[in-house]
C-alpha cells in the first residue's frame, strides 16, 4: 500500500479501560488491511433463510483486490482537494471556537477537530444529489458537501443569511440545494432520516423507473451505535438493499463515556455482517484509507448492492462541545491521537510522494484563511432574522393548549379559563 501514512491506532489500551479491569477484547491476528489491526472475516450466513440475502462481501477485500501496492492512491488534483477540504474543517472550527467565546454564537457548538479525515474521506467522493446527515457535530460535514462557509459562519451567528435562515443554530446545518439532510441534536434521529433518502433513491430507480443512482451517507458517533434506532435502520437497509452507508466515527467517546466501557462488544465494524452487510474498521486518522473504503462502499451502493457499515477510528482533538472543559480524557491518550493529526499526515504523504510542494499547500491555507475570515465578517454584517420569522415552519400550537374543531387556539376561546385551565 502506497501510503505513508503511520501504524494503527489499537482501539484498546485507555487509562480508563485499565482502571475499570475489563476483560481484553480478542482480536483477530492483525491484518494489512489499510492498516487496520483488525480484519473483516468473509462470513457467508448459514441459517435457513440465507437463501434471501446476497452473501456478505468484506469490502477491504475488493480493495485487496484492486489496488497494486506500488501506486499512488491519489492524483496531485484530488490530493490537493482533499487538502483544502480538510484545512478548511480544521480552520472554521478553530475560528468557531474564538467567535463562539467571544459570544457570536448561543447554545451548544460541538467540534469536529481531529476528525476531518471522515468527512473529507467521504463526502468528497459524492456527487451533489447524493445526500449526507450528519448529527450535532455537524458543520464541517456541511462543508465538505459544499454549502459555503458564509452560509454556515451565518447559521452559527443566528443570521437571516444562514443556511437555515438563522432558526437552525450550530446542530441543525440543513440545505435542500447540497443534499445536505440536517444536522440533529438528538443522536440516532438523523439515521432514519437517512435510511429514508436511501429508500427513495431505491424508490425512484425502481418504481418510478427514474435514471437515479443517488446515495446517501448517513454519519454518528460510537455512542449513538448504543441507541436502537441504528439497529432498526441497519435491518431495514439491509433488507431492502438500500443505498447507504452508515458511516460510525468512533471517536472513543460519547461526551465522558469511554466506549469500552458502555458497549458490549466495542468492535462496531461486526455489527454489519451481523445484519447481511459488510463491515470494515478503517484507520480514520488517514484520509486516503477512509477514501478507498469509502469508494468501494459508494460503488456497491450505487450499483445497488446495498448498504456498507464502515467504522472509522478517530479522535476529537478537543472537548465534546465548547462548553466541555474536556478534563476527563487522559492526557497520554490526547497527546498520542494529536501525534497522528490527519492534517500533518495528508501533508506528509502529498510531499514525500512529489505530489505537492509546501508552497502550494501554503497557498491553500492562506486561500482558506481568508474565506474564513471573510465569512466570519458576511455573517457578522448580516441581519438578524425578522420577528415575523419566529413562529415560521412551527405547526405545533405556539400556546401550547391546542387548537379546537374551529380551528382557533383553544386558550382564545372564552369559556378556556373555566375549567381548571389557567392561562
Ligand atoms: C436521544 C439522545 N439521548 C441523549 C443525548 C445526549 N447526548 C448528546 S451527545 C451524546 C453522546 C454521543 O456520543 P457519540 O455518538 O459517540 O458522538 P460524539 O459526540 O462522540 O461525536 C449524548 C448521549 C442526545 N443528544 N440524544
Ligand atoms: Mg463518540
Redesign the pocket.
Known amino acids: 500500500m502506497a501510503t505513508a501514512f503511520s501504524a494503527t491506532l489499537p482501539l484498546h489500551g485507555s487509562s480508563q479501560e485499565n482502571r475499570l479491569l475489563l476483560p481484553p477484547t480478542r482480536l483477530p491476528p492483525p491484518s494489512s488491511f489499510l492498516g487496520s489491526t483488525r480484519s473483516l472475516p468473509i462470513r457467508r450466513l448459514n441459517h435457513a433463510h440465507a437463501a434471501r440475502r446476497s452473501p456478505v462481501v468484506a469490502v477491504q477485500e475488493i480493495v485487496k483486490e484492486k489496488k497494486p501496492t506500488n501506486s499512488l492512491l491519489i492524483t496531485k488534483e484530488e490530493g490537493l482537494v482533499l487538502y483544502e477540504d480538510m484545512i478548511l474543517g480544521r480552520s472554521f472550527e478553530d475560528m468557531c471556537a474564538q467567535m463562539y467565546y467571544r459570544g457570536k454564537m448561543f447554545g451548544f457548538v460541538?467540534l469536529y477537530n481531529g476528525q476531518e479525515a471522515v468527512s473529507t474521506g467521504f463526502i468528497k467522493l459524492l456527487t451533489k444529489s447524493d445526500s449526507v446527515v450528519s448529527?450535532y457535530?455537524d458543520h464541517v460535514h456541511a462543508l465538505s458537501k459544499g454549502v459555503s462557509a458564509r452560509a454556515v459562519m451565518s447559521e452559527l451567528f443566528g443570521k437571516v443569511t444562514g443556511c437555515c435562515r438563522g432558526q437552525g443554530g450550530s446542530m441543525h446545518m440543513f440545505s435542500k440545494e447540497h443534499n445536505m439532510l440536517g444536522g440533529f441534536?438528538?443522536?440516532?434521529e438523523g439515521i432514519p432520516v437517512a435510511t429514508g433518502a436511501a429508500f427513495t433513491s431505491k424508490y425512484k430507480r425502481e418504481v418510478l423507473k427514474q435514471d437515479c443512482d443517488d446515495v446517501t451517507v448517513a454519519f454518528?458517533?460510537?455512542?449513538?451505535c448504543n441507541n436502537g434506532q441504528f439497529y432498526e435502520c441497519l435491518n431495514m437497509a439491509a433488507l431492502y438493499k438500500l443505498p447507504i452507508i452508515f458511516v460510525v466515527?468512533n471517536?472513543l467517546?460519547?461526551?465522558g463515556m469511554s466506549h469500552l466501557r458502555s458497549t458490549s462488544d466495542p468492535e462496531i465494524w461486526k455489527k454489519g455482517p451481523a445484519f447481511g452487510m459488510p463491515g470494515v474498521h478503517v484507520d480514520g486518522m488517514d484520509v486516503l484509507k477512509v477514501r478507498e473504503v469509502a469508494k468501494e462502499a459508494v460503488t456497491r451502493a450505487r450499483r445497488g448492492e446495498g448498504p456498507t457499515l464502515v467504522e472509522c477510528e478517530t479522535y476529537?482533538f478537543r472537548g465534546?462541545s465548547l462548553a466541555d472543559p474536556d478534563e476527563l480524557r487522559d492526557a497520554a491518550e490526547k497527546a498520542k491521537y494529536a501525534a497522528r493529526d490527519p492534517i500533518t499526515a495528508l501533508k506528509k504523504y502529498l510531499i514525500e510522494n512529489k505530489l505537492a510542494n509546501e508552497g502550494e499547500l501554503k497557498t491553500i491555507e492562506k486561500k482558506i484563511d481568508d474565506l474564513v475570515e471573510e465569512a466570519v465578517e458576511f455573517a457578522d454584517a448580516s441581519p438578524q432574522p425578522g420577528r415575523s420569522q419566529l413562529l415560521e415552519n412551527v405547526f405545533a400550537d405556539p400556546k401550547g393548549f391546542g387548537i379546537g374543531p374551529d380551528g382557533r387556539y383553544r386558550c382564545e376561546d372564552p369559556k378556556f379559563t373555566e375549567g381548571t385551565a389557567q392561562v
Do not use: L, V
Not at 185 to 188: L, V
Not at 220 to 224: A, K, L, R, Y
Open positions: 460541538h448529527t457535530r441534536a438528538f443522536i440516532g454518528f458517533g460510537d455512542g449513538t466515527e471517536n467517546w460519547a461526551i476529537r465534546h
